[in-house]
């Protein structure tokens, strides 16, 4: 088993840059992917972006690409999302997720463990 805690986030005015950690715990020597997602108010939760296990590969969802930035630190078991240009409807609820293997991938179905999520609110 894997266990996910996320960290950061709040209440961001527009334009802002704030920093997601995501810090995992467990099984944590076999290979993960990870990847957020995050879901907003009356919406399916969707993906944000994903990286491989050496952190070789990204993945982004269109509406954040060039704004977002994922990257991880395998010393410290711990995956980053570094947010930048914050807009208003950026605003959702930020889901860590983590894969057994390798190969990144977009599909949330496709994540075996999940965080409890953490709050992201950009104010316009």
């Known amino acids: 088993q894997v266990q996910l805690v996320e960290s950061g986030g709040g209440l961001v005015q527009a334009g802002g840059s704030p920093r997601l950690s995501c810090a995992a715990s467990?099984?944590?020597?076999?290979?993960?992917?990870m990847g957020w997602f995050r879901q907003a108010p009356g919406k399916e939760r969707e993906f944000v972006a994903a990286?491989?296990?050496?952190?070789?590969?990204?993945y982004y969802a269109d509406s954040v690409k060039g704004r977002f930035t994922i990257s991880r630190d395998n010393a410290k078991n711990t995956v980053y999302l570094q947010m930048n240009s914050l807009k208003p409807e950026d605003t959702a609820v930020y889901y860590c997720?983590?894969?057994?293997?390798?190969?990144?991938?977009?599909?949330?179905?496709?994540?075996?463990?999940w965080g409890q999520g953490a709050q992201v609110t950009v104010s316009s």
């Open positions: 997720a983590a894969r057994d293997g390798v190969v990144p991938t977009t599909a949330d179905k496709e994540y075996h463990y």
């Open positions: 467990g099984r944590t020597f076999s290979p993960l992917v």
């Open positions: 990286i491989s296990w050496r952190g070789g590969t990204t």
